[in-house]
């Protein structure tokens, strides 16, 4: 009877026993935490910092997940719709103001990730971010990124995966004085080592020669390198289609209809083939446009062709091309 109730009380426990479950995510917040000791990845070392002012031009990617299989470096789960970036060195998280060079539109992002390790990229961006951006995921673009200190309503408005409200757009002659300082795009990229994550959802601290393999930044890093942009042989000409009613041929006009900025050649003028647009390069990527315009109503109308054939993001701006 007494083993009996041995066997009993002995498969109770085992039965009560809980399965082992993966450790959730931490709640959003803005508990800062510690800055860390420098770290190297594919034989760089990065040396985190809090500067009380950050003010840098260069390229931004595009992030597809957090750096530790989904999750950030603070431990938070990573949300491809909230407007978040990953950077090598500012503080997490922190917040900054990021610039479309090409566009000129501003919108604040929330930094809670480490990465991009590619040394010609500055920041990535998280998919909501380039979309408020009026970005295509697949383009390597010229942004500037500054670091602010905006109000608590802004942050949780962040912190809810929520968008704060775009900035003013920045003047076009200081977007061309900006535009000049963005570094050429490397032609090739640090390869990333691929390394098991540690698991706890912090940086690891490696010395600049580590004898065991870095953890890589954040997934998006291993990605296809970056080319460089080639100038063509041979001057490339405009393709020859119908004209939209409301596009002129010279370039001297105001303003533009910019649809899009792709890394890929072929695809931009393919879409302009599409459009009766034509095609831009500048700062290794190539953007398509509709226009010159020489007023701003009748961008308009290029704006409305744009749209009715499914670009939403299509936008008016100054043409800079003049």
């Given at each position: ?96 103001e990021v610039t479309a060079l090409d566009s000129g539109r ?14 010609d990229q500055l920041i990535a961006l998280s998919p ?195």
């Amino acid at each position: 009877m007494a083993a009996a109730m041995v066997a009993l009380i002995g498969n109770a426990a085992f039965a009560a026993r809980p399965e082992k479950v993966a450790t959730p995510a931490i709640a959003v917040t803005d508990s800062p935490m510690p800055l860390g000791a420098p770290y190297a990845v594919a034989g760089v070392t990065y040396t985190p910092a809090d500067p009380l002012s950050y003010d840098e031009v260069g390229y931004a990617g595009a992030s597809a997940g957090g750096s530790e299989n989904g999750v950030t470096v603070n431990g938070e789960a990573f949300n491809p719709a909230a407007i978040v970036a990953a950077h090598k060195t500012l503080p997490v998280p922190c917040y900054v103001e990021v610039t479309a060079l090409d566009s000129g539109r501003t919108i604040l992002v929330r930094v809670n990730d480490r990465g991009p390790m590619r040394n010609d990229q500055l920041i990535a961006l998280s998919p909501g971010a380039l979309a408020q951006l009026g970005l295509s995921g697949e383009a390597v673009v010229p942004v500037r990124v500054r670091r602010v200190n905006p109000p608590e309503q802004e942050r949780a408005v962040l912190r809810t995966q929520g968008r704060a409200a775009e900035r003013l757009e920045t003047p076009a002659p200081l977007l061309k004085v900006l535009r000049s300082k963005v570094p050429p795009v490397r032609s090739v990229a640090v390869a990333v080592p691929a390394a098991p994550a540690n698991g706890k959802g912090k940086p690891v601290a490696i010395a600049s020669r580590p004898a065991t393999p870095p953890r890589p930044g954040a997934d998006f890093d291993q990605g296809a390198p970056v080319r460089a942009a080639r100038p063509p042989s041979k001057p490339v000409s405009p393709p020859k289609v119908a004209a939209a009613p409301v596009q002129l041929a010279q370039r001297s006009g105001g303003y533009v209809v910019q649809v899009g900025a792709f890394s890929s050649q072929s695809r931009a003028e393919a879409l302009a083939r599409q459009l009766g647009a034509r095609t831009e390069q500048g700062g290794g990527y190539w953007r398509v446009r509709l226009g010159p315009y020489a007023t701003q109503q009748a961008a308009q109308a290029g704006l409305r062709i744009a749209t009715a054939k499914g670009f939403e993001n299509a936008r008016i701006m100054a043409n800079d091309a003049r």
